[in-house]
């Protein structure tokens, strides 16, 4: 019983992966059957020799840290029960508050702490509205997202003049990092060793990329290590599943729920403030700089099941399509209007949702706890 | 005597009902006391102040699982404490298995067991799983207790849950257990390894109070029983010396009868004719293999089992809940077979489910609303597409006050109703449809004394009017005292139809067991409407005294 229940999670956490790789060659199956019956053969040609390029990598890797970081943040609450529809808007805050941190202080590093405290104080104020006056989580989240939209293009024109901020640093690359290490060793080895890897077709990108991405392979392994291995991550899941067998064990599950969302803030402020900081600029037009990928965050999650590896593969696999996308647009090889092209990684996601979503939420999610009541 | 709790005077008010009056209890330690009592007497409202859920509006709470000390006139030497949380009540020794239980299905045994005392390693940054493991593993083995730490709760049955809860107290170190309503959920034979625990744990030196309306269980399980009726303390007796009938007056306020006469019955032609019936259930397994009896109008017609042997999946067939793979249902001659639930409550058939809260209520609808489900799309209720709602709420009405409903008030959610409460509102309206056919599966549930009784009555009443019945239940006793015929059903053969009055409890036993005793009385089977030969027309009695005879419950 024991081995086989065991056995059976693998291969649960193995299905949900499993599931996102099928799914993206799923896809590209059919795009490319359709293509060739369309008797485009130099076209699915020309569209693989983009996929394989280094450069789509890179910039799949660059796009993924905003969503995946979100994507993390979004598992913990909603793990604990409460339902963080307002990503998106952690994600602007912080972008904005990444940027004007590095204005003010000059340190990227700053700016991207800066971005966090933004993200934090709007999670703390979404988690007051949830926990301590019931609010509905939906309608609260949608909230905060608008406050967001709002209140960051407004600061940026308090502060910069202009919905657009003025430009700031950016954060260095993993070379440039090494090479101003300080270290002579360090700069001159290791920055050998890192062009020779960079060097490495497709691949190399991994070893070029902006040191958040490689903070986000750290926190998704970080965040599935507490959710699965760490007393705090089994309280954040018996918060979610069954709140009353926690409060009944003794454990506040307010207190556990104020942690998860705020630690879902600074997951997601790490996010918009590496997304700001990777351009050097926080964009406040329209729908901002974000443009949706808080809301993408939720779907990753949801299609990695919760899981946060499973969320960053299919983080990975959005981003790609989307990075994919946006050369396509550069190049022009499909015969197809633009904004039709900048759909493909939403027409995707659907698609992949509706043939592989089969997600499991947290029996409790979305419900306000109060202890005592029966 | 040493005591290990008192509670001194409580008094608990809610806003309107005054849920535990003036009620003092002393449990003795390493004993186990039953606190007795019909639906919303108050038991757990006094048992969830012991826990800390509730703070008593008057009263005091002493506790301590080594024997409280007394001073010299019989006091109590130790301060009252004052639980502000379950959190103060596990530190002072005190731990409850609730009816419904606490766990987390998706995590495992032992993870269940240690949630909010993990013990940990490496600096806290990760549960010592190893540790938490054998921690479980030595508690199990202490207690004679059998369960794999490692299994999730949502593979393992109510039983092993069950005892991960109590696994769960005890791993808190609780001296004082209180289980509310423990043999609910559980089979006749858990119900009995329950006791075997619940002795093994007094002999440890552990004080166990549980709460239960069942009279037998009461005096088999307990040491000394206290009773609550309307939410006082009516007595406290050892259960060395009392009867089954002093403990019902208790608890009922009045005496019961415990047997009432039915007169014999009068069948007419069939009512509900079930011809060859087979059906998978869910897992796709025959679960329904070719059944064929026919209820005649003015007899009930008894369907025994041990829980799981195709009861459900045939009740599903006959009410339409579940297509049939093969066989010909009839209901009063017309073939329903394919007939949807509509057409068939219009033909007739009222269905008294099994899961009153899955199936019976829309547990977030008022009882104005849950009294016309089903009629919803008929006159006199509904009218031109809308809902006549004065007529609505005059019919919930009518029923709340036949069946004596409580809180008697049409707008309560079905969810604020006490479960013997929330049957009988379920009863009450499917006899409201003045059926042809009444199918009853498990009428009596969960709901208490009083109510089985009442329930019981109607049913007999409805076949004298000349209405079909067929029962469903695993409640050995109900079906026997009120059938005029009986089916046995294993693994979804009926393999015995048999007059109720002439067979012996042991050779229902074998039955159930799927073996065929000798000399068995057999009654007449009716199929098809060939006719048959009446039985059981001498006159009887029906016991009501089997509550304790519940298999499972909700």
Not at chain 1, 289 to 308: E, S
């Amino acid at each position: 019983m024991s081995a086989a229940s065991r056995l059976r999670e693998r291969v649960d956490g193995l299905g949900t992966r499993a599931t996102v790789a099928l799914g993206a060659a799923a896809l590209l199956a059919v795009a490319l059957a359709g293509a060739v019956a369309a008797g485009a053969g130099d076209v699915v040609a020309a569209v693989l020799g983009l996929l394989f390029q280094r450069s789509t990598l890179s910039a799949a890797l660059r796009l993924s840290v905003p969503i995946a970081f979100a994507a993390l943040g979004g598992i913990f609450a909603e793990k604990a029960g409460v339902i963080n529809i307002g990503l998106e808007g952690l994600l602007i805050v912080s972008a904005f508050g990444g940027v004007y941190g590095t204005h003010v202080t000059g340190s990227v590093w700053l700016g991207l702490l800066g971005g966090v405290v933004a993200a934090v104080l709007l999670a703390l104020l979404f988690a007051v509205v949830c926990i301590e006056f019931r609010a509905d989580q939906i309608i609260a989240g949608l909230a905060i997202w608008l406050i967001a939209l709002g209140l960051a293009p407004f600061a940026s024109k308090v502060v910069f003049g202009s919905k657009n901020s003025a430009t700031v640093g950016t954060v260095p690359g993993l070379r440039g990092l090494v090479a101003n290490s300080g270290l002579p060793f360090v700069a001159t080895v290791g920055g050998d060793a890192l062009d020779a890897l960079a060097g490495i077709p497709f691949f190399g990108a991994l070893f070029d990329a902006s040191p958040m991405v490689y903070l986000m392979f750290l926190a998704v392994g970080a965040s599935w290590w507490t959710l699965n291995r760490t007393a705090f991550g089994r309280r954040v899941r018996a918060s979610g599943e069954n709140p009353r067998a926690l409060d009944t064990a003794g454990v506040d599950v307010s207190r556990v729920r104020y942690a998860a969302v705020l630690l879902s803030g600074v997951l997601a402020g790490v996010g918009g403030a590496a997304l700001s900081l990777s351009l050097g600029q926080f964009i406040g037009n329209g729908p901002t700089m974000v443009n949706g990928k808080g809301f993408i965050a939720i779907v990753t999650y949801l299609l990695g099941n919760y899981n946060p590896v499973g969320a960053l593969l299919s983080t990975l696999l959005f981003a790609g399509l989307d990075a994919l996308q946006l050369t396509l647009q550069g190049q022009d090889v499909l015969a197809v209007p633009r904004p039709l092209v900048r759909t493909i990684p939403y027409v995707s996601v659907v698609v992949v949702l509706a043939l592989f979503g089969r997600t499991r939420l947290p029996e409790a999610a979305g419900e306000h706890y109060e202890s005592g009541e029966e | 005597m040493t005591e290990a709790v008192r509670l001194d005077s409580i008094t608990k008010r809610f806003p309107g009902v005054v849920a535990n009056d003036d009620v003092t209890l002393s449990v003795e330690r390493g004993t186990v006391h039953a606190l007795l009592g019909e639906n919303g007497a108050g038991k757990t409202t006094l048992m969830n102040v012991l826990y800390g859920l509730y703070e008593p509006t008057e009263g005091a709470v002493y506790v301590d699982g080594d024997g409280l000390a007394t001073d010299a006139d019989g006091g109590i030497a130790a301060a009252p404490r004052r639980f502000d949380s379950p959190r103060d009540a596990i530190d002072a020794g005190v731990g409850m298995i609730h009816q419904h239980f606490m766990l987390v299905d998706p995590m495992t045994v032992a993870e269940n067991i240690t949630l909010g005392n993990e013990p940990r390693k490496w600096g806290g940054l990760a549960v010592d799983r190893d540790a938490a493991r054998e921690a479980v593993v030595d508690l199990s083995r202490r207690y004679g207790f059998d369960v794999d730490p490692d299994a999730r709760i949502a593979d393992v049955g109510v039983g092993v849950q069950q005892r991960v809860e109590i696994l769960k107290a005890l791993y808190r170190g609780a001296e004082v257990l209180v289980l509310d309503e423990p043999t609910a959920v559980l089979t006749p034979q858990e119900v009995e390894d329950l006791f075997e625990v619940l002795a093994e744990l007094t002999d440890a030196g552990k004080t166990i109070v549980f709460i239960t309306h069942k009279l037998g269980e009461a005096l088999s399980a307990a040491d000394e029983v206290t009773v609550l009726r309307d939410g006082r303390n009516v007595g406290t007796v050892e259960t060395a010396g009392t009867s089954r009938e002093e403990l019902a007056e208790l608890m009922v306020g009045r005496e019961v009868v415990l047997d009432t006469e039915t007169p014999p019955a009068t069948p007419g032609d069939p009512a509900l004719t079930v011809d060859g019936v087979t059906a998978r259930d869910d897992r796709d397994v025959v679960a329904v293999d070719d059944v064929s009896f026919a209820v005649r109008e003015g007899e009930v017609f008894g369907i025994a089992g041990v829980d799981g042997n195709g009861q459900s999946e045939l009740v599903e067939a006959i009410t339409g809940l579940h297509d049939p793979d093969a066989g010909r249902i009839e209901l009063a001659g017309t073939d329903v077979t394919d007939a949807s639930r509509r057409e068939r409550a219009r033909a007739g058939m009222a269905y008294v489910p099994e899961d009153r809260q899955e199936r019976g209520l829309v547990m977030s609808f008022d009882l104005t609303e849950n009294g016309v489900l089903g009629s919803q799309h008929d006159a006199p209720f509904s009218r031109g597409g809308r809902l006549d709602w004065d007529r609505v709420d005059e019919h919930a009405r009518g029923v709340i006050d036949e069946y004596d409903v409580r809180p008697p008030d049409p707008g309560a959610d079905a969810r604020s109703l006490s479960g013997g409460n929330q049957q009988k509102f379920i009863v009450g309206r499917e006899f409201a449809r003045d059926p042809v056919c009444m199918v009853a599966s498990h009428p009596t549930r969960g709901v208490d004394i009083g109510s089985t009784e009442f329930i019981h009555d109607r049913l007999v009443g409805l076949r004298d009017e000349g209405h079909a019945v067929l029962l469903v239940s695993s409640k050995l006793d109900e079906v026997r005292s009120l059938s005029d015929r009986l089916a046995v059903m294993y693994r979804g053969r009926v393999v015995a139809v048999v007059d109720p009055e002439a067979v012996t409890e042991e050779q229902l036993g074998l039955l159930m067991a799927g073996e065929t005793p000798a000399d068995l009385p057999r009654a007449g089977r009716v199929v098809g409407g060939d006719g048959g030969t009446p039985d059981a027309d001498a006159r009887r009695t029906t016991a009501v005294d089997d509550v304790d005879a519940e298999a499972t419950d909700d």
